[in-house]
Nanobody, 118 residues
Framework: QVQLQESGPGLVKPSQTLSLTCTVS??????????WSWIRQSPGKGLEWIGY???????YYGPSLKSRTSISRDTSINQFSLQLTSVTPEDTAVYYC??????????WGKGTLVIVSE
């Protein structure tokens, strides 16, 4: 059973960098052909895909946040991370990490709320 758990600060100040980590258990993040992604849901809005890092280690970013996003991984501890720079209150959201296969997102973390505020 694959499990994902998000962790990181719940409060970030405007203009700072949001940093989250997803710890994966039950499966290696290097396993072909899985992709490990970040998505978010802002209050009153739908899900927004942020990007993913592939089993190979290659990242891919969605167009809306591409200029501010970096996704990396640490295979030694089976984690992948999200950094979102220059945050504003509009980046307030519940952030989820997920596993993606050929059919879609099959495993999700429980999500973590990040509030951008002074």
């Amino acid at each position: 059973q694959v499990q994902l758990q998000e962790s990181g600060p719940g409060l970030v100040k405007p203009s700072q960098t949001l940093s989250l980590t997803c710890t994966v258990s039950g499966g290696a993040i290097t396993t072909q052909w899985y992709y490990w992604s970040w998505i978010r849901q802002s209050p009153g809005k739908g899900l927004e895909w942020i990007g993913y890092i592939a089993f190979s280690g290659s990242p891919y970013y969605g167009p809306s946040l591409k200029s501010r996003t970096s996704i990396s991984r640490d295979t030694s501890i089976n984690q992948f991370s999200l950094q979102l720079t220059s945050v504003t209150p509009e980046d307030t959201a519940v952030y989820y990490c997920t596993r993606v296969n050929d059919y879609g997102m099959d495993y999700w973390g429980k999500g973590t709320l990040v509030i951008v505020s002074e």
